[in-house]
């Protein structure tokens, strides 16, 4: 094993320790039907581990990019596929919209992703 997978084990650990189980729900559009005039959306659901935090103070709260209510979903990638803005999340019974996302790879390896959501 690499250090950054040691890492990977080492928050995910934490995660399960400290967060809990979240459901990721991915969405995807499909081809345009030119006879219909839309196109069909697709969802896959994964289950995986994470904390919902409050933003520190209110510097961090812009007003723009970052409301008032916003979250900060620490999540692991273990078992999970890549979450994407606009995909949902469910965490203690509420459901966010992911706004952001920044992922923690140093060396090309995520160790976890920090994502920005929202109540949807």
Not at 62 to 83: C, E, F, H, N
Not at 104 to 110: D, K, Q
Request: include cysteine; charged fraction near 20%; aromatic fraction near 6%.
């Amino acid at each position: 094993m690499s250090f950054y997978s040691d890492a990977v084990e080492v928050v995910d650990d934490a995660l399960s320790q400290y967060g809990q189980l979240v459901t990721l729900t991915h969405k995807a559009t499909g081809i345009y039907d030119p006879a219909t005039g839309t196109a069909a959306t697709t969802t896959a659901t994964e289950i995986g581990r994470g904390v919902v935090k409050e933003y520190n103070g209110l510097n961090q709260i812009d007003g723009t990019l970052v409301l008032q209510g916003d979250k900060k979903l620490l999540l692991s990638p273990v078992g999970i596929t890549a979450p994407k803005i606009d995909d949902t999340v469910i965490a203690n019974g509420i459901t966010f919209v992911i706004k952001n996302i920044k992922s923690l790879n140093p060396a090309g390896t995520v160790v976890m992703y920090e994502c920005q959501v929202r109540g949807a």
